[in-house]
């Protein structure tokens, strides 16, 4: 059994990657101390060349060598992954999974043991550029400890929230899906650039760097997004003009409705 200094992922794909890139860059881990598992040779030589890791294309030397493992594989491929690991796993093991959708009982029942210490994690794809947000969620025998290491981790790729496992489905509706929501606003913004005789990339610009700027005021400035809106309404202006088209049109009650489907959509699917 390898020492808490050691970390393994079971998948080398695109969240792995960012999970590994945050690691290292914040100094976490040191690159001699991260083990992957990973089917594909190609993939393998680009972990090893750009990131210095140890790879390897069986399961094993990370199970016997990582008491931190990460499963970060897809889900359909997640039943395998559990089928062939579990004459490895043990109690020693902190395993974290970043597959969507799948309950924790389901790797209870992979493992066919109920004594592992299991987080199951939602990430969403802005960890890819270090800025995700994740909730995670421990199953009974994760403890405090286990569940502040996760999110050390995670806080590497972004920033993550600690919650019951019954507010996942909130979280995939809210962060989870949320940068598609967000991703439908910027084209409508840079549409509307565009339709106001704009020319695209201009419109791109703008749009884009509206978007960050106010996101970056509103998380600098810690204000009420209403107070911020406040401030740039005058009286009789344009802002109040647009701003009045938004509440007839329903465009937060929209945005809200979008959120419960999907968070519904997360229920109906983790039960099938
Ligand atoms: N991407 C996102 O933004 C995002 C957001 C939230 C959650 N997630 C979750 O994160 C997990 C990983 O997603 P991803 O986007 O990183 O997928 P990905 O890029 O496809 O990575 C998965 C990797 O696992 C490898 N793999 C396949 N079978 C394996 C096995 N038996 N043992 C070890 N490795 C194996 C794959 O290799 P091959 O390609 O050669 O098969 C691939 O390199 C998924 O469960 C997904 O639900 C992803």
Redesign the pocket.
């Known amino acids: 059994m390898g020492n808490t200094n050691t970390i393994g992922f ?7 990657e960012a999970l590994i890139r945050g690691i290292l860059e914040s100094g976490l881990y040191t690159a001699e101390t991260v083990f992957v ?4 040779q190609k ?1 393998r030589n680009y972990m090893t060349e750009n990131y210095g890791v140890q790879v390897f294309a069986d ?1 094993t030397p990370v199970w016997n060598s990582c008491k931190t493992v990460i499963l ?4 359909q ?1 997640m039943g ?2 559990l089928c062939s690991s579990k004459e490895h796993v043990s109690t020693e093991h902190l395993i974290i999974t ?3 959708g799948l309950p924790i009982s389901f790797y209870e029942n992979g493992f066919e043991r109920n004594d592992c210490r299991i987080i199951r994690v ?4 802005p ?2 550029v270090l800025e995700g947000a994740s909730g995670l969620s421990g199953n009974k025998n994760a403890s405090k400890n286990d569940l502040l290491r996760c999110e050390e981790i995670l806080n590497k790729i972004g920033k993550a929230v600690i919650l019951d496992e019954s507010a996942l489905d909130a979280v995939t509706g809210l962060s ?1 899906s949320g940068p598609a929501y967000v991703f439908t606003f910027a084209e409508a913004m840079i549409d509307a650039g565009i339709k106001a005789g704009l020319p695209r990339p201009t419109a791109e610009t703008l749009a884009l760097q509206t978007i960050a700027g106010s996101v970056k005021l509103l998380m600098e400035s810690k204000k009420h997004p209403a107070e911020l809106r406040a401030m740039v309404t005058s009286p009789g202006g344009t802002t109040i003009a647009a701003q009045h088209v938004l509440e007839r049109s329903g465009f937060k009650g929209i945005l809200m409705d979008a959120v419960e489907a999907a968070v519904n959509r997360s229920k109906e699917l983790g039960k099938s």
């Open positions: 079971i998948g080398g794909g695109q969240m792995a598992t990973e089917p594909s993939r399961n970060a594989v897809k889900p491929i395998l992954v970043i597959a969507a939602m990430p969403n794809t960890a890819l989870g």
